[in-house]
T-cell receptor, first 115, second 113 residues
Framework: AQKVTQAQTEISVVEKEDVTLDCVYETRDTTYYLFWYKQPPSGELVFLIRRNSFDEQNEISGRYSWNFQKSTSSFNFTITASQVVDSAVYFCALMVIQGAQKLVFGQGTRLTINP | DGGITQSPKYLFRKEGQNVTLSCEQNLNHDAMYWYRQDPGQGLRLIYYSQIVNDFQKGDIAEGYSVSREKKESFPLTVTSAQKNPTAFYLC????????????FGPGTRLTVL
């Protein structure tokens, strides 16, 4: 069975601080995909990144960076120099191809950036 | 503009009534999905459809029904058999490559009075 754990239910930091959101996943499949989505107060999920299990290269996109480590089954997300607009709920998700593209979501981490 | 629309944004229903949530996409995506989100929890898959006139149950399909008569549309009916229907419902779509990213609509918040 597949499972995603986001142990941090809520995080609160002051603007300009760096913050890391943790994601640990479980799967027995060797081919899988990992995602991060952002859910702002409006409710819509916004796609941030997709990673496949064969690509452990870290990725940076502006203030966002992702650290994928298969050895620890983790796919952590770091926001550098956080801003108030980063306040949202962030979801990590796992996809295993078993006849259909089913996403398994973590419980989400509510991030609050205080001015 | 291409995207996914869901209507209505807020929906109230009395116990015992069926209600249908709309999901339309103009992205020419093959696959569509319905998820349910409860407070403090992640999303759970209700139903999904990979092609027109075909759909499969997800993890929590009991009390729900869907149809896929057109590529652009994937309505979800919450029936009176759903014991706890109050939740936030999100529709998503993808191109159905192997794999492809799912893109989400704005959601419908359903409240049972």
């Amino acid at each position: 069975a597949q499972k995603v754990t986001q142990a941090q239910t809520e995080i609160s930091v002051v603007e300009k601080e760096d913050v890391t959101l943790d994601c640990v996943y479980e799967t027995r499949d060797t081919t899988y995909y990992l995602f991060w989505y952002k859910q702002p107060p409006s409710g819509e999920l916004v796609f941030l990144i997709r990673r496949n299990s064969f690509d452990e290269q870290n990725e940076i996109s502006g203030r966002y960076s992702w650290n994928f480590q298969k050895s620890t089954s983790s796919f952590n997300f770091t926001i550098t120099a956080s801003q108030v607009v980063d306040s949202a709920v962030y979801f990590c998700a796992l996809m295993v191809i078993q006849g259909a593209q089913k996403l398994v979501f973590g419980q989400g981490t509510r991030l609050t950036i205080n001015p | 503009d291409g995207g996914i629309t869901q209507s209505p944004k807020y929906l109230f229903r009395k116990e015992g009534q069926n209600v249908t949530l709309s999901c339309e996409q103009n992205l020419n995506h093959d696959a569509m999905y319905w998820y349910r989100q409860d407070p403090g929890q992640g999303l759970r898959l209700i139903y999904y459809s990979q092609i027109v006139n075909d759909f499969q149950k997800g993890d929590i399909a009991e009390g729900y029904s869907v149809s896929r008569e057109k590529k652009e549309s994937f309505p979800l009916t919450v029936t009176s058999a759903q014991k706890n229907p109050t939740a936030f419902y999100l529709c998503a779509s993808s191109i159905q490559l192997d794999p492809d990213t799912q893109y989400f609509g704005p959601g419908t918040r359903l409240t049972v009075l």
